[in-house]
């Protein structure tokens, strides 16, 4: 997996350290470096507690979504 | 009720298809992205049964829900190929839980194979991606791991156990939102 973190946008707050199950990130320098990225598993948790949206995947395989509300989508398509 | 009304009605449950006994429908009617209505509502309502069932039985509520997922995935899997290799089994398996489930077999990378033994147990780590339960659950705000994974849970120990003969147990390593590590302890 190729993860990379935006260091300007990290506030190294340590989240996505303690979150991450397969322990791929350490906080070097106050900024978040994932150090073990094979291990990661694309559970995708990081991304959802990182307040800072400073995370970026690649490789990563989407799960389906059928969450989405519809209804709250089509009135956000005529918004945007 | 008006008379137009009921006209209305009967007009739109009324067709000149001709319909035989043996006529097998090989599509689901309507296509599936008129269905997208009717999953919210499948999902909005399982998720209502859930959270009543937890409310009503508390803790109990997993119990109940992973009985019911072992029963049904030994009902399934009765009819697949018994194997006694887990490798074969867990390829069984997935075809089963296809359109509704999707997962690998992993492994940390400090691990040689697949097949991994720790302290007395043999187990194997599967990462479920593709998750009709997760997106339930997420529709509905509901946490993950709850009696609803359970359902799961029995399902794929039932299948597990019916297809390879061995007793088996599933184990949440972790949830998120887009795929879940779960260890196949063999037992
Ligand atoms: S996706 Fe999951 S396993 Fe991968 S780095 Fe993020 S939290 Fe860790
Ligand atoms: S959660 Fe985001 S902001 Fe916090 S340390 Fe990790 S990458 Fe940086």
Redesign the interface.
Known sequence: MDIRVDKDACVGCGLCVKDCPMHVYELQNKVSVPVRPNNCMGCLSCHEICPAQALEHRGVYPARRHYIDIKVCEMLRKVI | MSAGYIDELHDAFHSDLVYRSEDIPLDCTPKPKEM??T??GV?KLNGLVIRSLEEIAGRGANAVTYRAGKKFGHEVAKYFQKREDVEGALHELSDLLRGQYSFEV?K??DKETFIIEENGETFIYL?F????V???L??NGLDQGGPLCQTLFGYVVGAIEEITGRKAKLEI?????????KKLVLK
């Open positions: 997208e209505q999953l919210h999902m992993w940390p990378e990462v991606h593709d998750c009709i997760r997106q339930t997420r529709r390593v972790h949830t998120g939102p887009n795929a879940c590590l």
